[in-house]
């Protein structure tokens, strides 16, 4: 499942996101609360299935994105901002099609 702009409230939260900067420091925990409200507002009585596992797809991805332009592909650098063990995070990388 691949939330698109747009859809489930993806370029609300954007929107809340480029306001916070002039009014507040909005936080990562506000952002995926609204986000995920919005998203089973626009569901309606359907139930996911396996969304536990679909959500933790959809931020790994990015973070593990964002983390390897931040660290420049240090993986030891990107395992201790995680919190996680070299090995931990490259098996994530290799789920991901991120290992070189």
Known sequence: MILKQGQYGVSNM?????????????????????TLRNYFANIGGEQPI?????????IERPLLEVL???????????????????????KKLKQYGMLD
């Open 68 to 90: 390897i332009n931040h660290t420049h592909y240090n993986q030891v650098k990107m395992a201790h901002i995680l919190g996680i063990s070299r090995g931990t995070l490259r």
């Open 14 to 34: 954007n929107k809340k996101m480029a306001l916070a900067e002039d009014l507040e420091t909005i936080t990562l925990k506000q952002v995926v609360k609204d």
């Open 50 to 58: 396996d969304f536990y596992n679909i959500l933790l797809e959809e």
